[in-house]
């Protein structure tokens, strides 16, 4: 069965510095989505990409955070200074259509922890 | 309280049983979606009920949606030790993209 798949699946780091977090998302799959849970808390989303570019995004996705897909197959999240309250897990998602609540396929997630 | 808040928020139960948690939401909706996570893990679709539906089944699972009071339940019938999980609702409203999650119901299955 086609599934999303992350890495790193924990990845370290420490205050400050860069990070990017890769997805391939299911192959005939259009729209992609990054959401993230602190430790306890909600999942929260933070963007949707669509046509290579952003659909949606909310608060939290402020300008240290970035998107791309870089070629036919990966979709990254970058945080270009990572903070402390960066931690936690990050969940790629795709789906086969967009607006409206549609079904989501989600990754097993990276844990982010940032020293 | 917020879009997809669950009660209750830990349940305990005995294989067997049956386990019931409810999910209550704000705004209007297109459909509810309910969600599984195991311990550290992804987050895995159950059930999606649009908002024109009142009940939907699948396997041991059955969920209702109640408009009138934004509220949706998830029964999970004959329960097993392999089902214990954080159950979430999700909400997709039109016109947006993101889900909105709740957040969460710790079940916990006793052998």
């Known amino acids: 069965e086609p599934e999303v798949t992350q890495t790193p699946s924990h990845q370290v780091t420490q205050m400050g510095q860069e990070v990017i977090l890769r997805c391939v998302p299911i192959?005939?799959?259009?729209?992609f989505y990054w959401y993230r849970q602190i430790l306890g808390q909600k999942v929260e989303f933070l963007v949707s990409f669509y046509n290579n570019e952003i659909s949606e995004k909310s608060e939290i996705f402020d300008d240290q955070f970035s998107v791309e897909r870089p070629d036919g197959s990966n979709f990254t999240l970058k945080i270009r200074s990572t903070k402390l309250e960066d931690s936690a897990m990050y969940f790629c998602a795709s789906s086969e259509e967009g607006a409206g609540g549609n079904i989501q396929y989600f990754g097993a997630g990276t844990r982010l922890s940032v020293l | 309280s917020q879009q997809g808040e669950e009660d209750p928020q830990a349940l305990s139960i005995q294989e067997g049983e049956n386990a019931t948690m409810n999910c209550s939401y704000k705004t209007s909706i297109n459909n509810l979606q309910w969600y599984r996570q195991n311990s550290g893990r992804g987050l895995v679709h159950l059930i999606l009920i649009r908002s024109n539906e009142r009940e939907k089944h699948s396997g041991r699972l059955r969920v209702t949606l109640d408009t009138s009071k934004k509220s949706s339940s998830l029964l999970i019938t004959a329960s097993r030790a392999a089902d214990t999980a954080s159950y979430f609702c999700a909400t997709g409203v039109d016109s947006s993209y993101k889900l909105i999650f709740g957040s969460g119901t710790r079940l916990l299955v006793r052998p």
């Open positions: 192959s005939n799959h259009l729209y």
